[in-house]
Each structure stands twice: as structure tokens, then as C-alpha cells.
């Protein structure tokens, strides 16, 4: 539901791009070991994840929220790790959904733990859910997740989910040339049978433990091709400013899919998006090298207005766009964050 709301001053970056999403990593663990995003080489059994006592608690992340949507937010989605590991999430979900300025609330899950949860989150005011599946085969699906869980479990999340009233659902996709590339039909033909909205990601490099070659990205345009020669397309235009998926629909009416292509054509210009770690530090592009510390001010007892003029100040100051400079040959290289700091 759309709520009825006074849009607040518009805050800008130097590229005059406003602040009007924001991603919220509720923990840094994960029961996954996507290659991609965490690999057991880094995230084995000894990697230290973050203590407990320095996760935001749900009542910080929800002022953060409020604080945000007095600056623009209107769409905050949920991410980790895996944010389903986060006991009693749906209590967080109905925090946030309270807030009178966030207008679309929104979920990303492995699907795992989520057959147990969609009726408890959709009760709480969850609006969407999006299920990360990156294969139909399930000896490549367990190959990709690196723990062994089946395929079927997901899939019953996914069921589950839309059994609790969540549809469309949307379906992710992190293609790797080699690994997946050759069930891109299969998911497609799924998505369009089950009613649910597919999105296809280009291999990112984000951080620096996964390995990332550009030989192993699967342009979107192939992408599309792939899926066009069995399934006609036509191109839709986009819903809203800082839309990141290039969507499609079929030509025969049987649902849409959308390709995000941030290697091959970056969408750095019309970014909105900021990300709150699970540690509490905001940062302003999933390329980032650091974050701002908003735990420490949260802890120190500071008010709304110095919590906003924080959150401000560095959007303010942003001028991110990693993906166009790789693009162009002249980005820097430096730490940056890994994936699962910052939800994806």
C-alpha cells in the first residue's frame, strides 16, 4: 500500500542524484557459501563474524530508518548474510512497516529458512520478497550454495511465500559463465510458469575474495538474447528513478524478466541507494571502500536532528561511481567492502 506522504526536500550528491533507498544488512552471518559472495576459502569454519554486541539492535536499525525517511527514503529492503539467521526478524519488520514514510518494504533471502517464516513476516507488514536462486539443476544449485542444501528446500520457501499472499516474487540470479549460464532458459521458463519476476545479475567484483574474472561475466544482452530466441521479448520502460534491472516483458503476456548488467552497462548515474552494515556504517556504494560509523553516535545518545545531519553530510559528499570507471578502464582498486557487509 502506497501511504499518503509529503515528499521532504530533495537531498542531492554531487551528481545532483537523490537518496531515496535504503539497503539494511541485519547480520553479517550467512548458512550459505556462495563463491561469489562469501567462499568457505575466506568465510571458513575460524573467520570471526561480527559480536553480537556490536550488531545494531532492531530498535537502532528502525531509528536509522525513521531518520532516513525524513531525508528521502521510501524504500528500505532487508538483506544480510542471510537476514532470516536474525531471530525474531518478523519483530524488526513490523518496526520498520510502522514507519508513516516508508512506502515499500522488502525482503532478500536464500530461501532457505524461509518455508518457516513467510506467514509471520507477511503478518508483520513485509511487502515483497526477492529469493536468490541460481540454479534449477540441483547438483549445480548445491555446487553454488557449497553447503549441501538441496534445491527442494528452497523451493518450498518459495511456495510458502507465495502461499502467505507474496506475489509476484522475484527470483536472483548471479550468472557465472561455465558454472550456471546454461539454466538461464530453465529459470526463465519457471519464472514464467510460477508467475514470478526474474532477474538475471551480471558476476559483480564486489570485494576481493571471490575470485571475480571478466571472462566469467555473461553480458546481460546475452542474456536476453538467450532467453528472446525461445521466449520473444519487447523492452518496458522503467517504473521509477534508480530502477537498476533493464526489465522485459514476453510478448505473449506470460510475466517479465529483468537483466541488472553493472559490469557491462553501469547505472552509477542514476544510483539512489544507501546501505546500513549490520555493524551500523553507512555506506554509499556497494564498491565502497569504507563507511561512516552510525552505531557509535546511536550508542552516545545523540538526537534525530544530529543523526539526520550525519546521514546527510555524507550523501552529501558522495560521488560514487565505480562500475562507470571500470567500465572506462580508470578505476582505483581499492579494499573494498565485501558483499555480504553490505546485503548485494
Not at 67 to 89: A, F, I, M, N, Q
Not at 105 to 119: C, D, E, I, M, P
Not at 211 to 237: K, Q
Not at 263 to 277: D, E, H, I, Y
Request: proline letters at 6%; aromatic letters at 6%.
Amino acid at each position: 500500500m502506497v501511504k499518503d506522504t509529503v515528499p521532504p526536500p530533495a537531498l542531492r550528491d554531487r551528481l545532483g542524484r537523490r537518496l531515496s533507498d535504503l539497503r539494511v544488512s541485519v547480520t553479517d552471518r550467512c548458512n550459505f557459501r556462495c563463491g561469489y559472495c562469501m567462499p568457505r576459502e575466506t568465510y571458513g569454519p575460524g573467520f570471526r563474524f561480527a559480536p553480537r554486541d556490536q550488531v545494531l539492535t532492531f530498535e537502532e536499525i528502525t531509528r536509522v530508518v525513521a531518520v532516513s525517511t525524513e531525508l528521502g527514503v521510501r524504500k528500505v529492503r532487508l538483506t544480510g548474510g542471510e537476514p532470516l539467521l536474525r531471530r525474531d526478524l518478523e519483530r524488526l519488520v513490523g518496526q520498520v512497516a510502522a514507519l508513516p514514510l516508508v512506502e515499500d518494504l522488502a525482503l532478500t533471502t536464500n530461501g532457505s529458512l524461509l518455508a518457516a517464516k513467510a506467514v509471520a513476516l507477511r503478518a508483520a507488514g513485509l511487502g515483497r520478497v526477492t529469493v536468490s536462486l541460481d540454479s534449477l539443476d540441483p547438483l549445480v544449485f548445491q555446487r553454488m550454495n557449497d553447503v549441501d542444501v538441496p534445491l527442494e528446500t528452497v523451493l518450498a520457501g518459495i511456495a510458502a511465500a507465495r502461499a502467505a499472499g507474496f506475489h509476484p516474487i522475484k527470483l536472483n540470479t548471479v550468472v557465472r559463465r561455465g558454472l550456471n549460464d546454461e539454466g538461464i532458459l530453465d529459470l526463465a521458463a519457471f519464472a514464467r510458469r510460477e508467475g514470478h519476476v526474474l532477474r538475471l545479475i551480471e558476476y559483480m567484483d564486489v570485494g576481493h575474495t571471490n575470485g571475480w574474472r571478466l571472462d566469467e561475466v555473461v553480458p546481460a544482452e546475452e542474456m536476453i538474447e538467450r532467453i528472446d530466441s525461445a521466449h520473444p521479448l519487447e523492452p518496458l520502460p522503467p517504473r521509477a528513478t534508480g530502477e537498476v534491472a533493464r526489465r522485459f516483458r514476453y510478448r505473449d503476456g506470460s510475466g517479465e524478466v529483468g537483466v541488472i548488467a553493472s559490469v557491462s552497462r553501469p547505472f552509477c548515474g542514476a544510483c539512489t541507494r544507501a546501505r546500513l552494515s549490520a555493524e551500523g556504517r553507512l555506506y554509499t556504494c556497494l564498491f565502497a571502500s569504507r563507511g561512516t560509523d552510525l552505531r557509535e553516535p546511536l550508542r552516545r545518545g545523540v538526537g534525530d536532528e544530529e543523526l539526520a545531519q550525519r546521514i546527510a553530510g555524507v550523501w552529501r559528499e558522495r560521488e560514487d561511481r565505480y562500475s562507470e570507471l571500470r567500465t572506462a578502464g580508470t578505476a582505483p582498486d581499492p579494499a573494498r567492502v565485501e558483499m555480504s557487509t553490505v546485503g548485494g
